[in-house]
């Protein structure tokens, strides 16, 4: 396919990822960003998106959990198609580009080539995934899970949020009907998958490089840990006979950076993002806390020793302080590879280009993880600054977003053709 450069327009999808921005929960203004899965902001989003793949003549079709497909369709529209897509669901005070690029980026680069008069044989799709973000249900990439079969819809439609609001309720109240049943894809639905993402890390910056072809991804897993202890008056009950739950998490927390650190793995990290203090009073000893783990490494095995590790200091920590400790696997997934043709087919992107690269591992999980169950999949990033992500300053410029477009379109009009 001869189109070099394709003709990114790249200040249109700046400004849709900036329009994009706008619709959000965050107190604060962008680029600080937050939208969690089925919320009326998750649903404007939605709403914007489908404008823009209408306008672009491209065909909407939307599953029973809200996992979204505009089609472009192919000459040979019985073919498996190509998917590419990411998620534009956003942690509490995020930023811009985790996830938007994937998906507005996906848009232009159709936008392109039809401009372009590419005329692939296979239809290529833009795919939006419901909740890759945990933030809801402590359960990340649920669209893809259940689009792939990693998760059965019974096991998903019984998640809670923090509410006590079943999976399967909140996506109904969100106007998404159907049976859950109905979202896995079979395996030959996608010819291969590959989603365009910012790095979420420093790598591409450092080495002065414009895109990562990357060949695996992490495998992440999570828990959550709830500590039963005493609670009472923070002035009457003296300190030898206290059973402070919090005093238990923070001993706890400590012991699983420590286990992280001494891991033989490089790439084994642990993070408790998250703890709920309960009853939260100043002058209350705090009877009971809840904490997250979410802790991942490329190698799965490692994860899983360091993770049984972690079980067991903790079961000990409590012991000693004389509180209960309840855990619960939310999910650990193994890490997936990128397919060889889809690394070949970004890596002729980029020699086409004339563009710097380098292959790389995602740290970060993405729906890929679990597309690559069911289909030839691969990624390509972008460099953003400081390898900054999760955090509202998280940044790409116009010029590698530009060009991460445009390897997403040759690579696309390669594995389309
Ligand atoms: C993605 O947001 C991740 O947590 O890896
Ligand atoms: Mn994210
Ligand atoms: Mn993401
Ligand atoms: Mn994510």
């Known amino acids: 396919m001869s189109l070099d450069p394709p003709p990114v327009n790249v200040e249109r999808v700046v400004n849709e990822l900036e329009q994009l921005a706008a619709i959000s929960d965050c107190p604060e203004p962008p680029p600080a960003v937050t939208r969690v899965v089925f919320t009326e902001t998750d649903l404007r989003a939605r709403a914007f998106l489908r404008g823009l793949y ?16 505009a089609r472009w369709e192919g000459s040979e529209p ?28 996906a848009l232009e680069a159709i936008r392109v080539l039809k401009q372009a008069g590419c005329r692939p044989r296979r239809s290529i799709e833009v795919v939006m995934f419901t909740s890759e973000e945990p933030t809801r249900f402590g359960m990340g990439c649920t669209g893809s899970r259940l689009m792939s079969g990693a998760i059965t819809p019974d096991a998903l439609a ?15 109240q969100a106007g998404f009907s159907g049976s859950l049943a109905d979202v896995a894809l079979p395996g030959d639905y996608y010819h291969a998958f590959v989603e365009l993402h910012i790095e979420q890390g420093p790598e591409l910056e450092a080495a002065s490089l414009d895109i990562g072809v990357v060949t695996a991804i992490a495998a992440p897993a999570a828990f ?35 286990l992280a650190k001494e891991s033989r793995s490089p790439d084994l990290v642990a993070t408790v993002g998250r703890l709920d203090v309960h009853p939260g009073a100043v002058n209350s000893i705090p009877s009971r806390v809840a904490f997250s783990l979410d802790i991942r490494d490329i190698d ?27 855990s619960r696997e939310l999910n650990a997934d193994p890490p997936a590879q990128a397919a060889d043709s889809l690394i070949a087919a970004a890596e002729s992107a980029v020699a086409v280009l004339g563009l710097k690269h380098q292959r790389m591992i995602s740290r970060a ?37 530009s060009a991460g477009v445009q390897t997403l379109a040759l690579t696309l009009a390669q594995l389309a053709e």
């Open 365 to 401: 999980y993405h729906d890929s993880l679990f597309m690559a169950r069911i289909a030839p999949t691969g990624m390509i990033f972008i460099p953003c600054r400081g390898g900054v992500s999760h955090r509202p300053d998280e940044f790409s410029t116009p010029e590698q977003i």
């Open 300 to 326: 799965g095995q490692n994860r899983d020793a360091v993770a049984a590790e972690i079980q067991e200091a903790l079961a000990a920590i409590a012991d000693r302080r004389g509180v209960q400790l309840e």
């Open 54 to 69: 209408e306008q672009a003549g491209l065909t909407v079709r939307v599953d029973p959990i809200g996992n979204t497909f």
């Open 224 to 258: 959550e840990f709830a500590i039963i202890g005493e609670g009472g008056h923070a002035g009457a009950v003296l300190m030898p006979s206290r059973r402070d739950a919090l005093n238990a998490a923070a001993e706890m927390t400590l012991a699983i950076e420590r």
């Open 78 to 105: 019985v073919l498996p198609a190509v998917g590419s897509g990411s998620h534009t669901d956003a942690i509490p005070h995020s930023g811009i580009y985790d996830g938007t690029v994937g998906v507005l980026g």
């Open 158 to 172: 019984d998640m809670r949020d923090s509410d006590g609001d079943t999976y399967d309720t909140v996506r109904q």
